[in-house]
């Protein structure tokens, strides 16, 4: 019943920025947090940036003062990527946490060239 809607992924050069979108929609008890992941080939999912119901964010070490994560009124989590960097290569994912469950959405490729 829950689906999450991942937009804005693409090419583009090293330096440049993107703008992810996560439109999340359906039957959702109550949302905690929200945040994106990503995974490159070969390694392991991880955390890129997360912002909880109260505020507060969280980013890894490799994406800060790069990326920004927000959120709006209508459930949506965006991420701003800025200078983006060829290591920033994955497929990045939208998660939802509710205290209940967590819901991840399809995944959006994001490649940075060289």
């Known amino acids: 019943q829950v689906h999450l809607a991942e937009s804005g992924g693409g090419l583009v050069q090293s330096g440049g920025s993107l703008r992810l979108s996560c439109a999340a929609s359906?039957?959702?008890?109550?949302?905690?947090?929200m945040g994106w992941y990503r995974q490159a080939p070969g390694k392991e999912r991880e955390l890129v940036a997360a912002v909880t119901s109260s505020g507060t964010t969280n980013y890894a070490d490799s994406v800060k003062g790069r990326f920004t994560i927000s959120r709006d009124n209508a459930d949506n989590v965006y991420l701003q990527m800025n200078s983006l960097k060829p290591e920033d290569t994955a497929v990045y994912y939208c998660?939802?946490?509710?205290?209940?469950?967590?819901?991840w959405g399809q995944g959006t490729q994001v490649t940075v060239s060289s």
């Open positions: 359906g039957s959702i008890f109550s949302i905690r947090a």
């Open positions: 998660k939802v946490d509710d205290i209940l469950r967590q819901y």
